[in-house]
């Protein structure tokens, strides 16, 4: 796969364009990472194939990236307090750590992915490792920082504060660390109803910008995300891995909750959007352009980077992806965005920009 920066490219083929990803044959100009024309009919191209946005991992934690395919066990096991990532964590050399998220970066490009919001424990120094792991790697980082022990305060470079479960922490810090976020402009996602409903209400009372799983919401609860217009990322493959289930993104999706895509922590499932897509299509809903728009605008949109991502149109960022129509996979696709969704594998992908 090539990783292409040319100052101007021209791009022909399918071209899943637009909010509603409508197949479009025609053409993309892009100048300066801008694109700056798309037009119906095949021209002469640097590149041709179906052309998508590059994908958005909604929620992912990197910074286990040094501890790979622990055993089935209970999720309190797997990543509480304590836990085997605790204790693989503890284990392992600053070196190493910054190499394990170095590696996944370099997996996340090659997989698709354009955009990531981190999950970072590990206060100022984390987000300091993390920043050194991704050096000039083509990603987009938005990270959602843990307080040093002590403080309430992240890293400058956070977008946000991320807190596992309100269940970790004494209530006073939770809501002291919020308002010392939002008092620096910045944003709260909290993990909730992961493993149980019991800290559902306790993460609403925090009036978070972005709530994470929800894998046991109650329709009540469900109703009140959706008056609060919160929005909910979900990660499937993670959710049937630690046995919480799947969530009800159906159920997200009629009561017009905005639902993300992410693929959680890299100890437990590959950070690739098109597995992570594949299981939900299969799992969870249905629905081959909710699926996709899950990963790319819908993405942007939690992480209010919508107007320059998430979709090709005219005057977006020209952060796009070619996928082979014509490989041994792909060859033969009449509907390029079922195709893209259900069976789009990496392998495919010809270049990235
Ligand atoms: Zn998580």
Redesign the pocket.
């Known amino acids: 796969m090539q990783d292409v920066r040319k100052e101007e490219i021209i791009l022909s083929g399918t071209i899943l364009s637009g909010e509603e990803f409508e197949p479009l044959e025609g053409y993309l100009c892009i100048k300066k990472g801008i694109i700056i024309e798309m037009g119906r009919g095949r021209i002469e191209a640097d590149l041709e194939g179906i052309i998508c946005p590059r994908l958005v991992n909604a929620?992912v934690?990197v910074g286990d990236s040094i501890f790979k395919d622990p055993p089935f066990a209970p999720l309190k096991e797997l990543v509480g307090p304590g836990g085997m990532k605790h204790q693989a964590l503890v284990r392992a050399t600053g070196e190493d750590l910054v190499e394990g998220m170095r590696m996944t970066f370099l997996d996340m490009v090659a997989t698709g992915t354009g955009t990531f919001a981190d999950?970072r424990e590990g206060g100022t120094d984390g987000v300091d490792m993390l920043l050194e792991a991704l050096g000039t790697i083509p990603l987009r980082s938005r990270i959602l920082g843990r307080p040093d022990p002590g403080s309430v305060q992240v890293h400058d470079e956070c977008w946000g504060i991320g807190i596992s479960s309100t269940r970790d922490y004494p209530r006073s810090w939770a809501e002291d660390a919020v308002a010392a976020a939002r008092s620096n402009g910045k944003k709260v996602a909290v993990?909730a109803g992961e493993a149980g409903r019991g800290d559902i209400e306790d993460a609403l009372a925090l009036e978070p910008d972005l709530l994470?799983h929800m894998t046991k919401a109650s329709t009540q609860d469900l109703r009140e995300v959706a008056d609060a217009g919160i929005p909910v990322v979900v990660?499937p493959r993670s959710n049937l891995f630690t046995g919480v289930g799947p969530p009800e993104v159906t159920e997200m999706l009629g009561l017009g909750i905005m639902v993300g895509l992410g693929t959680?922590?890299v100890m437990l499932s590959s950070p690739d959007l098109f597995s992570e897509m594949n299981f939900a299509l299969r799992t969870l809903v249905h629905n081959d352009r909710q699926v996709f728009n899950m990963c790319t605008l819908n993405g942007a949109r939690i992480l209010g980077i919508d107007k320059r991502i998430g979709s090709i149109d005219v005057g977006k960022e020209g952060c796009v992806m070619v996928i082979d129509g014509r490989s041994n996979n792909m060859w033969g696709s009449k509907d390029p965005l079922a195709s893209v969704v259900r069976r789009a594998r990496p392998s495919d992908l010809l270049a990235i920009f």
Do not use: G, K
């Open positions: 929620h934690h999950f993990h994470v990660c959680d922590n």
